[in-house]
């Protein structure tokens, strides 16, 4: 089996609630979307999907990820797409760094994989050990009063895990905290998200103020360090999300005890293929995970379905049905929530079937 061609598909996903607002007074009402197809000389295809969280959360932004398909994709054709560790090391000779530009490709020989060996990908990520997988909702950032209105919403919903977004004014950030945690039951978790946007004299006098409350603290500051030294003056568990880029920076924060759980987002470290390897790595050490992308429609959510739903349930903290959000279906087959919770796809590869009408003519096509 041979890569024939590398379409790209630009996707609109509107936000069924309107707008989604976090740290830095960033927002977004609709997101830009690449749906990759990776084609092969026997007529099957793999589908994988990238879509940031706008240009101003990490170094990735919608057209860069179509930029950088027009730069790798000639290199890819003729390569064996089963052979995914080869691939790997071939998307990196053609460009350095930018990792969400690989990972739909990635993503899309997983499904090939899977699709050829007539297994799910969950089996192939090492398990299918969690049958139903317990989801998040995240809070846009907004007054608090609105916060923990909508969170006792969600939990009517069925969802039993909550990410509030802060990262604002401190004050008005404790009281978000506050608020939230008094319209929620015990048991249920609550994890203050900052999204890197205090300072660490502000996340000092956040984490004080609530040091008795039951939250868990998500990605203070911006810079590893800076989130460190906010981890050693609180004993509320620390969550690490955007300092985590890859496996170097992964591995420095196991030797510095640095958190006590990490947000795995599958874009943003190159694919399945890499998400697989700093799994495995964080089960080894004994951290929890939350399985994720940086956002995405019904293909995002079954792959995140899928490395979820493979792995052991003690250490899954949670996962996010991203397509619950979007008002657009782009596949069919995708997980769909159910009380608060998802299951991956027994049928072989990711389990989807692009919706071509959803996806239109192809932006970029090689091949």
């Known amino acids: 089996m041979r890569i024939s061609a590398i379409r790209a598909y630009r996707v609109e996903l509107p936000l069924r609630?309107?707008?989604?607002?976090?740290?830095?007074?960033?927002?977004?009402?609709?997101?830009?979307?690449?749906?990759?197809?990776?084609?092969?000389?026997?007529?099957?295809?793999?589908?994988?999907?990238?879509?940031?969280?706008?240009?101003?959360?990490?170094?990735?932004?919608?057209?860069?990820?179509?930029?950088?398909?027009?730069?790798?994709?000639?290199?890819?054709?003729?390569?064996?797409?089963?052979?995914?560790?080869?691939?790997?090391?071939?998307?990196?000779?053609?460009?350095?760094?930018?990792?969400?530009?690989?990972?739909?490709?990635?993503?899309?020989?997983?499904?090939?994989?899977?699709?050829?060996?007539?297994?799910?990908?969950?089996?192939?990520?090492?398990?299918?050990?969690?049958?139903?997988?317990?989801?998040?909702?995240?809070?846009?950032?907004?007054?608090?009063?609105?916060?923990?209105?909508?969170?006792?919403g969600y939990r009517d919903e069925g969802y039993g895990k909550f990410q509030l977004k802060v990262g604002g004014d401190p004050d008005v950030d404790i009281a978000r905290i506050e608020a939230c945690r008094a319209a929620l039951d015990r048991g249920e978790v609550l994890v203050a998200d900052a999204n890197t946007g205090w300072t660490m004299h502000e996340a000092a006098r956040v984490v004080a103020a609530v040091r008795d409350l039951d939250i868990y603290i998500e990605q203070p500051c911006r810079g590893y360090e800076e989130c460190l030294a906010v981890r050693r003056r609180t004993a509320l568990p620390l969550i690490l999300d955007e300092a985590i880029d890859g496996i170097g920076t992964l591995l420095r924060a196991l030797g510095d005890g640095a958190m006590d759980a990490i947000n795995l987002k599958i874009s943003k470290v190159g694919g399945l293929t890499r998400a697989r390897l700093i799994r495995d790595l964080c089960v080894r050490r004994g951290v929890a995970m939350t399985i994720e992308n940086t956002w995405g429609g019904d293909i995002a959510t079954a792959a995140i379905a899928h490395l979820a739903g493979s792995t052991p349930k003690e250490f899954l903290f949670s996962a996010t049905d991203f397509n619950s959000y979007v008002s657009r279906r782009i596949a069919e087959g995708a997980p769909r929530r159910e009380s608060g919770r998802m299951r991956a796809s027994d049928r072989p590869g990711l389990g989807v079937e692009p919706l071509r009408e959803a996806l239109g003519q192809p932006v970029l096509e090689i091949g």
Request: proline fraction near 6%; include cysteine; charge should be negative.
């Open 17 to 152: 609630e309107g707008r989604y607002n976090w740290s830095n007074d960033n927002s977004v009402s609709v997101f830009d979307s690449t749906v990759v197809e990776v084609v092969t000389d026997t007529g099957l295809a793999g589908y994988g999907e990238c879509c940031p969280l706008g240009p101003a959360y990490l170094p990735a932004y919608a057209e860069g990820v179509r930029a950088g398909l027009r730069e790798i994709g000639g290199k890819l054709i003729g390569l064996d797409p089963l052979r995914l560790d080869l691939l790997d090391r071939r998307m990196d000779e053609a460009l350095r760094g930018h990792p969400y530009v690989k990972a739909p490709v990635d993503i899309a020989c997983f499904d090939l994989l899977g699709k050829a060996a007539g297994l799910p990908a969950h089996v192939l990520l090492g398990g299918g050990e969690t049958d139903d997988i317990a989801l998040y909702r995240a809070i846009s950032q907004e007054s608090p009063a609105e916060m923990a209105r909508k969170a006792a």
